[in-house]
């Protein structure tokens, strides 16, 4: 790749200190526009607090984060969402005695200088797509944890992003709505050509989806390629995998 | 003693005022779902309103057009609002410290002592009443003070209002979303602040609104607003913190059981009787009526 090229999202030595821990120190990455890039890492290696630097929700002590070329430096997070960047939460952010539909519709609504059309639509088609016709006006505190996790990620996709900064969409969800998220993954990336960051310890989903890996460890950007190619380094399945992949 | 035409009667009244108690708590609940801060200086805005309205009816209006003065006064309120969130509640959001709502009650306790101050130095330790054309009403069998019946109509006309933007339109669908996830709202889209600025406004007007509306009744001095205040955090206690519906009903309950206290036990304790429902609510349902638990932030 040229070095000329405008990254879909880009961090450039970005450092958080949070007390005497140093979450992140000087991380720097590229993902091109159009990639599913994995990110993983054991816990603690400081994947949350990237995503919470890139996404607003931290500002860095040093560095910068850049999407679409553009600097993200000094915005607020709902800025940085208006900017297209999408992120899902590890722990669900919904709003619980809101129903499904309102939910959706609110996702839309709060974005809707992006997207022209009609929300109520979208939301039923929203609807539709994720099989929770049944809940559409079930709060969402009442839902389970994974259709939690199948209804954040479907108001993330309310309005196409550009780019969209998932943590852990996988964990503690049963096999099939596993399946609708990465449905719903692999269809946004065709059609808008939006670009993904994924936190998983799911191997078996990264190998799926991500051509590329990047593996982080105690704050560091530790190792980067394909999947197979990271889980042979031996740092590697010391410090995260505990045995090579099968 | 007992008569059914008492008991109607102690009911009507119980209900009229409670309404308006039920403003205020519904001010001070809804800025605390939003912004997860109590607003101490909530009773001084109630003052501003009574002071807005008796000064509009007084000087500017006259008192045959004391309606007119009402929807004013609630706005001017609202303005000033905005401003105080703008100049004092907002620096405290934008770079939240470490115990952002003890930052928000120091600011906003100092907020009661100037207002209170303030109105003390403008206006002076006098008593005002501002002018009612309004005639005696007969409400069922007993007979009203017109400016309690239309104060308690226009409150009702606030608490539709209120309800209508909160349920049916796109920014009150925003505002419920906020008093759900602040960091849910942000990451749709949503400029959280602004909202708060809106919703500072929102709550403090209707302090106002029951100042204005309550003028006629209870008067207006620099510290008219403390007894409703009282009655407002009363209200939020035994409805729950947070909760809409809490605020109105609890509202109309410490409206009705204040009535019938009076009427039934002795008037000398009138503001008696909230408090020990108070404590009856704090002993057996602390989260309040209609209450949740603590949750995540």
């Known amino acids: ?246 | 003693m007992f008569s059914t035409e008492l008991v109607v009667q102690t009911f009507i009244s119980g209900v009229m005022i409670g309404v308006l108690y039920a403003l205020m708590a519904l001010g001070i609940t809804f800025i605390y779902s939003i912004m997860r801060m109590i607003n101490w200086a909530m009773g001084e805005f109630y003052m501003i309103g009574s002071y807005l309205q008796y000064m509009l009816v007084a000087f500017l209006l006259g008192p045959d057009l004391w309606w007119l003065a009402i929807p004013i006064s609630a706005a001017g309120v609202f303005a000033f609002g905005l401003v105080v969130q703008w100049g004092l509640i907002k620096p405290i959001f934008k770079k939240p410290p470490e115990a952002r709502d003890d930052y928000a009650t120091v600011v906003t306790l100092a907020l009661l002592l100037l207002l209170r101050s303030l109105a003390t130095g403008l206006a002076g330790p006098n008593q005002f009443t501002p002018g009612s054309n309004l005639p005696i009403v007969m409400v069922g069998p007993m007979p009203m003070a017109g400016a309690r019946v239309a104060a308690f109509v226009f409150a009702l006309v606030a608490l539709a209002l209120f309800y209508g933007v909160l349920r049916y339109s796109w920014y009150g669908l925003a505002l419920r979303a906020t008093s759900q996830s602040r960091v849910g709202v942000q990451t749709a889209g949503i400029d959280v602040l602004g909202i708060d600025r809106v919703a500072f406004g929102i709550g403090v007007a209707l302090a106002g609104l029951a100042g204005a509306l309550l003028a006629p009744v209870f008067l207006v001095f620099p510290t008219n607003g403390l007894i409703t205040t009282v009655k407002g955090f009363e209200i939020v206690v035994i409805g729950g913190l947070g909760s809409i519906p809490g605020a109105l009903i609890a509202g109309i309950l410490l409206g009705l059981i204040e009535s019938f206290g009076a009427a039934f036990i002795d008037s000398a304790y009138q503001n008696i009787y909230g408090f020990a429902l108070v404590l009856l609510i704090l002993a057996f349902k602390p989260t309040g009526l209609f209450g949740e638990r603590g949750r995540e932030a």
């Open chain 1, 1 to 246: 790749m040229s070095s000329g090229q405008v990254w879909a999202l880009e961090t450039q030595g970005l450092r958080k200190r949070f007390g005497g821990l140093l979450a992140t120190n000087d991380v720097s990455l590229t993902v091109a526009p159009g990639e599913i890039r994995g990110l993983i890492g054991p816990n603690g290696a400081g994947k949350t607090t990237l995503v919470n630097l890139v996404t607003g929700v931290h500002a860095p002590d040093a560095g910068d984060v850049r999407l679409a070329g553009k600097s993200l430096q000094g915005l607020g997070m709902h800025q940085i969402a208006r900017l297209g960047l999408v992120r899902s939460f590890q722990v669900t952010r919904l709003f619980g005695n809101m129903t499904v539909r309102e939910n959706l519709l609110t996702s839309f609504l709060a974005r809707r200088s992006l997207h022209s059309g009609d929300g109520l639509a979208l939301t039923d088609s929203m609807i539709e797509l994720t099989k929770l016709g049944r809940l559409a006006d079930t709060q969402a505190k009442k839902l389970s944890g994974g259709q939690r996790a199948l209804l954040q990620m479907a108001c993330g996709f309310m309005v196409p992003g550009t780019c969209y900064v998932l943590d852990e969409p996988f964990s503690g969800i049963n096999p099939v709505i596993k399946d609708s998220i990465i449905d719903m993954i692999v269809d946004v990336n065709r059609r808008h050509g939006a670009t993904f960051l994924i936190v998983s310890h799911e191997m078996s989903i990264v190998r799926r989806l991500c051509p590329q890996v990047t593996v982080m460890m105690e704050g560091r950007v530790a190792a980067q390629g394909s999947l197979d190619e990271v889980a042979r380094l031996p740092e590697v399945i010391a410090g995260y995998l505990g045995k090579a992949l099968e």
